[in-house]
């Protein structure tokens, strides 16, 4: 793309010296390790790096132009703006021609389900005959193939740069997590959302929002964002929200959208009743605006219960008859760390969760008490380097829904995990709950000491397959890990 058409996208913004060559940009972006030689490098102020100080070393790569919000010295072209982020995520949208705008684009947002509820949402179109994409916390997905992703949500020009990829596939619909520090951060800038999806919120990633309020408009941003017109012609603009939580009922305030409520509380527009949790599934009664449909589904759980609602809810926005919507959800098996039974022959059932919050825990284990018949092992840690007020409140949750808690580490990234465990004891000062710094040593000990008809929970990492010691990434994976422990225990015909 010609620079000259990039500039021009930015509103406000100085550019010094002038550009005298409307040469063609090969590429953004902001990480001075991707530079190729005609590339637009973008000085993002981060928390660990600021890209002013690496523009050197961009220009040396073969980087043409620089866009910075701080004064530099250097030999090539710079467009000043006010703030790099908003930028990035505007000249991205125009680099690769704004991609959200030619595909049905679903976010969704909330503390807990924005991964189960997207491979819901993915399943429901692939049995539609469509051509699906996928972003999210475990990886970005074209179709059936798979991408790393550092983010849940990640940056707008790899954001930009992965939907340009889903639309050249011909992909029809993207179902996306999004998340409130990216929506805070403006990752998802410029992206045009057509349903936007509210599980719930509980507390998680205060250390960055500070309090619940800031939290909860971070979220509020996604609907906020959906636009203020209604267009007669196009596709009908619809908020999908939880009206159980009484933040959802609010977020209704924030849109000027279309509003389609969910819930298991009898005033939602699409509601379930009668729910009764199996220990190989969930049924209950699917009301869609008064009409009654008995569903049985694989996956297990109230909190299950919910996501399927928003995965419903959301495909019926678009047209999908519930009928057909109910086919799918009702054949879907589960997603990988999401509670997720490790296979066992030794009478021990064992399940990996990535419970890393207080309602998350709590679901999982009040899931696991409406089936277990006998004795709770609950094997969980919590994130260094993140809200130190779940801690004590995991804890406390763990020691109260479970009758055999042990403490360990989860991803202790710069801290001290010693220190992490004893603000989680701190939580239970009362409690005799066994600790083991060593996760592996934990999963061990638990599943060792579990007898037939006991229920072991491995919370906080689920499908993660790494542990984050420092700042390096070791491999580690709760199920292998329960796997190999299940291994030596005598099976049972």
């Known amino acids: 793309m010609k620079v000259t058409q990039l500039i021009n996208s930015l509103k406000f913004k100085r550019v010094d010296p002038a550009v005298t060559e409307d040469f063609d940009v090969t590429m953004l972006t902001q990480d001075t390790r991707e530079v190729k030689p005609g ?89 539609q005959n469509q051509a699906t994409g996928l972003i999210g916390t475990m990886y970005r997905k074209i179709k059936d193939e798979k991408f790393p992703t550092a983010n849940t949500t990640p940056d707008s020009i790899t954001t930009q740069r992965t939907l340009a990829a889903m639309r050249d596939a011909g992909v029809d619909t993207v179902a996306m997590e999004v998340s409130s520090i990216a929506l805070v951060l403006g990752r998802v800038w410029g992206i045009d959302y057509d349903i936007a999806v509210f599980t719930n919120l509980t507390q998680d990633h205060l250390d960055f929002h500070k309090t619940m309020a800031s939290y909860a408009e971070a ?144 679901n999982a284990l009040e899931t696991i008490q409406d089936f277990a018949k006998q004795d709770i092992y609950c094997v969980v840690g919590c994130g260094g380097d993140r809200d130190k007020g779940k801690r004590p409140k995991m804890a406390k949750i763990a020691v109260e829904h479970s009758t055999k808690p042990i403490f360990t580490s989860d991803n202790p990234r710069t801290e001290d995990p010693d220190m992490i465990l004893q603000d989680m004891v701190a939580g239970v000062p009362d409690a005799n709950v066994p600790v083991y710094v060593d996760r592996h040593e934990a999963i061990a000990k638990a599943i060792d000491q579990a007898q037939p008809g006991d229920v072991v929970l491995i919370a906080g990492k689920g499908h993660e397959d790494y542990q984050i010691l420092g700042r390096t990434k070791h491999h580690f994976d709760d199920s292998e890990e329960a796997a190999k422990a299940l291994a030596l225990k005598p099976t049972i015909d």
């Open 219 to 362: 979220k509020a941003m996604l609907f906020a964002q959906l636009g203020n017109k209604y267009d007669a012609n196009g596709t009908a603009k619809v908020a999908v929200l939880n009206t159980d939580d009484p933040v959802g009922r609010e977020f209704a305030q924030y849109t000027a959208a279309h509003v389609l409520t969910f819930g298991l509380k009898p005033d939602a527009m699409i509601n379930a009743q009668n729910v009764q949790i199996k220990s190989h599934g969930t049924e209950f009664d699917l009301s869609v605006f008064g009409e009654v449909t008995h569903v049985t589904m694989k996956l297990i759980g109230q909190f299950n219960v919910y996501n399927m609602l928003a995965a419903f809810s959301a495909a019926y926005a678009s047209g999908i008859p519930a009928d057909q919507i109910i086919q799918s959800l009702e054949k879907v098996t589960g997603v990988k760390g999401r509670f997720q039974a490790v296979p066992s022959h030794t009478g021990v059932s064992v399940i990996v969760d990535y419970s890393h919050t207080p309602d998350g825990l709590l």
């Open 39 to 127: 590339a637009m490098f973008i000085a993002v102020v981060g928390y660990h790096v600021d890209g002013h100080d690496w523009v050197q070393q961009a220009i040396a790569a073969g980087a043409k132009i620089i866009v910075a919000q701080k004064p530099i010295d250097v030999d090539v072209p710079v467009i000043y703006v006010a703030n790099t982020e908003r930028a990035m995520a505007i000249l991205a949208d125009v680099f690769y021609g704004a991609p959200s705008q030619k595909m049905r684009m679903i976010g969704v947002t909330g503390t807990n389900g924005k991964t189960t509820v997207t491979h819901l949402i993915e399943q429901i179109y692939r049995d």
